[in-house]
């Protein structure tokens, strides 16, 4: 193609591009002014026929057509951006919102669970417990009921301590055991759990257990210092 030849393929694509700016800024009852003093010599008849035809095309167009062709684009998501959950005030006033609890043998496991291990914590304390429980039936290295989760045993005697220490499991305090209780219903029905990040494990601060070195710590809340494992990745 000659030099001219590009010239006029090029003025031609622009003059498609401004064919659309050109109607949408016009009123349809009013015929659209072109200057033509930048015009190249030649192309005039050129330019006539291209804006014609453009606006033959648009005038076919429904308005709701031309509504979408004008509208912004959608801004784009990333489907790799991390999701985030609400955030929840684990108060009393919280607490005492919630209806009083009962449910299942699995219920009445993590009920024991926290009453044992976690009553005498604050509000958050026990929702951090109940997390470790939740989130070990949802990995696939910890049996995958509530009940199976709290009675496993390990080489010490049981990953619960409360379970095999020898003593009565019966909760006496009944209070507490409504408190419990209700934080127990709330994570099985689906309380969003992210105060320990995703932990599995955790201690009370009292003890030092040569695990702790393996694992990530997340949080600590209350008496309670929460791990995860590492996450690996393709380099580690």
Same mark, same amino acid.
């Given at each position: 193609?000659?030099?001219?030849?590009?010239?006029?393929?090029?003025?031609?694509?622009?003059? &498609?591009? %401004?064919? %659309? %700016?050109?109607?949408?800024?016009?009123? =349809?009852?009013?015929?659209?002014?072109?200057?033509?003093?930048?015009?190249?010599?030649?192309?005039?008849?050129?330019?006539?026929?291209?804006?014609?035809? &453009?606006?033959?095309?648009?005038?076919?167009? *429904?308005?709701?057509?031309?509504?979408?062709?004008?509208?912004?684009?959608?801004?784009?998501?990333?489907?790799? =951006?991390?999701?985030? &959950?609400?955030?929840?005030?684990?108060?009393?006033?919280?607490?005492?919102?919630?209806?009083?609890?009962?449910?299942?043998?699995?219920?009445?496991?993590?009920?024991?669970?926290?009453?044992?291990?976690?009553?005498?914590?604050?509000?958050?304390?026990?929702?951090?417990?109940?997390?470790?429980? %939740?989130?070990?039936?949802?990995?696939?290295?910890?049996?995958?009921?509530?009940?199976?989760?709290?009675?496993?045993?390990?080489?010490?005697?049981?990953?619960?301590?409360?379970?095999?220490?020898?003593?009565?499991?019966?909760?006496?305090?009944?209070?507490?055991?409504?408190?419990?209780?209700?934080?127990?219903?709330?994570?099985?029905?689906? *309380?969003?759990?992210?105060?320990?990040?995703?932990?599995?494990?955790?201690?009370?601060?009292?003890?030092?257990?040569?695990?702790?070195?393996?694992? &990530?710590?997340?949080?600590?809340?209350?008496?309670?210092?929460?791990?995860?494992?590492?996450?690996?990745?393709?380099?580690?």
């Amino acid at each position: 193609m000659d030099g001219l030849g590009r010239k006029m393929s090029d003025v031609l694509r622009l003059a &498609e591009r %401004l064919a %659309l %700016l050109l109607f949408l800024a016009v009123p =349809a009852s009013a015929d659209p002014v072109l200057s033509s003093s930048n015009t190249p010599a030649g192309v005039g008849p050129a330019l006539d026929a291209v804006f014609g035809q &453009e606006r033959i095309a648009l005038a076919a167009l *429904s308005d709701a057509h031309l509504a979408a062709l004008t509208q912004d684009p959608a801004p784009r998501t990333n489907p790799f =951006a991390r999701r985030t &959950e609400p955030t929840i005030a684990y108060t009393a006033a919280w607490l005492a919102a919630q209806p009083e609890a009962s449910g299942d043998a699995q219920f009445q496991c993590l009920k024991e669970a926290l009453y044992f291990e976690a009553r005498g914590e604050p509000i958050a304390g026990q929702v951090a417990v109940a997390e470790v429980i %939740l989130n070990r039936v949802a990995d696939p290295a910890f049996p995958n009921t509530i009940c199976g989760v709290v009675k496993q045993s390990n080489a010490r005697g049981c990953q619960f301590s409360y379970y095999c220490d020898g003593r009565s499991d019966t909760m006496r305090d009944a209070e507490a055991a409504s408190d419990v209780g209700k934080v127990a219903r709330a994570l099985i029905d689906g *309380s969003p759990r992210t105060l320990t990040e995703g932990a599995t494990f955790f201690h009370a601060f009292w003890v030092r257990p040569s695990w702790r070195h393996e694992f &990530e710590r997340t949080t600590q809340i209350g008496v309670h210092t929460f791990y995860r494992k590492p996450l690996r990745t393709a380099i580690n």
